[in-house]
């Protein structure tokens, strides 16, 4: 759920408008509230930190792991073990079963099938890390194309500023990182955004719970394309090269990413106003690059590099823009 629009983004209060002066004088002071940062401890610091780290090194994980596994059955199996026996221990989430399929085919099948398949041939650990965190962007589009959200002019900035960076990486694609891993990526950030739309339509729920049981309708779909597209041979051939490397990846994911991640997340924003903790998921990209250029030498140009600046620099706009909009708009008194 990182950087998305849904749960845990902080809400743009700069568009109240209320009639009467002493309304909005009200309203900015409730605002403010909600938006003000409430320092984290060292503890749960470190414990957030710890999230961006796991989150952010996971696209490495997924690169070794797919050294042996088809990208489709790799993401299979990942979401099987989300599923077990995890769902065993914790309770169904009071949603309709229509929108944890909804959830589970958009997730699974969608944002990772595309992106484990990406990441097999077509485009690098670190810039798949930063390229599908435009799923921000995404889920601000869908929102109002679907609900009728406004779209505000700080994030037309700020999509400006992530498209321009991916223009960058466009430019300079090569062997390592063509077209059609940015277009795979680009397509399964469309499909977290998708996630996240219908996540927001049902909030207040345990993120944990919700993951794991829409995993089971994420494990069925990737196993039939599996099937489908990659062949029995091929993943009969995975299966009896996968090492205890392999098997860990598989492992990283469900127990590191999804069970760690989702749990310690949502404790976090129960804790802490979302204005605290939203923008920690900043540190995602760069933990993603950081470890990608460290444990499998992904060279960091100065194009990548000037690329990953505007698509933060867009990120961070969008995310701290409303916090800030909210602190100026407090600090100006009423009119008389």
Partial sequence: ???????????????????????????????VSDMNPTPLS???????????????????VIRLGLDHLPPLLFAALRFTLAVLPAIFFLERPPVPWRKLAAYGLLIGAGQFGLMFIAMSHYITPGLASLVIQLQAFFTIGLAAYLTGERVQRFQFVALLLSVVGIG???VH?????????????????????????????????????YVVWASLFSAPPLFALSFAFEGWPAIRDGLAHSDLATWGA???QTVANTLFGYAAWGWLLSRYPAATIAPMSLLVPVFGMGASALWLDEPLQSWKLAAAALVMAGLCLNVLWPRFAALRGARTPPAA
Avoid: H
């Fill in 1 to 31: 759920m990182l950087l998305s629009a849904g749960p845990g983004q902080p809400p743009n209060c700069s568009n109240v408008r209320p009639e009467a002066r002493r309304t909005l004088a009200g309203a900015r002071n409730e605002c």
């Fill in 168 to 170: 960058v990486i466009l």
């Fill in 250 to 252: 598989v492992l990283y």
């Fill in 173 to 209: 694609t090569d062997a390592a990182t063509t077209p059609l891993g940015l277009a795979l990526v680009l397509v399964a950030a469309v499909c977290w955004a998708g996630g996240n739309v219908v996540v927001r339509s049902t909030p207040k729920v345990n993120m944990l719970a």
């Fill in 42 to 60: 060292l503890r749960d610091g470190l414990l957030a930190l710890a999230v961006m780290a796991v989150w952010g090194t996971n696209f490495v």
